[in-house]
């Protein structure tokens, strides 16, 4: 791994694990699951949007899968981003950079397998 690299893999480890831990409690919490009672939305959501989003994040962590776990978590965190909207809930400043540090370490080429840059 290039010392370019180090950067990028630690940002993606922070990302994933920031991502994994906060998807968890929002489908295990009982606060998250009274809060989003509260939105009116179908309850299926909560629990197929976290656990896609876990899955995505882990997939996202290892290097092998780190552009399919990237896309998933792109796609989830804009329909996350659409759902909020939908409910006047306009903070959503987060996901956005999370999406942004998805898409920088997606960029990086060279710390997929710790090979050099092309």
Do not use: N
């Not at 796609?75 to 998805?102: K, N, W």
């Amino acid at each position: 791994m290039s010392k370019q690299s180090i950067p990028i893999v630690t940002l993606r480890w922070a990302l994933g694990l920031v991502v994994v831990v906060e998807a968890l409690h929002f489908v295990l919490s009982p606060g998250a699951a009274a809060h989003f009672a509260r939105t009116g939305l179908p309850l299926w959501i909560r629990p197929v949007l976290g656990w896609m989003e876990v899955i995505a994040a882990l997939l996202f962590l290892a290097p092998a899968t780190r552009f399919v776990g990237g896309y998933a978590l792109l796609l989830i965190f804009a329909v996350a981003v659409a759902l909020h909207l939908r409910l006047g809930d306009y903070g959503v400043g987060a996901l956005i950079v999370y999406a942004t540090a998805i898409i920088v370490c997606m960029a990086d080429r060279g710390s997929q397998f710790g090979g050099k840059t092309a």
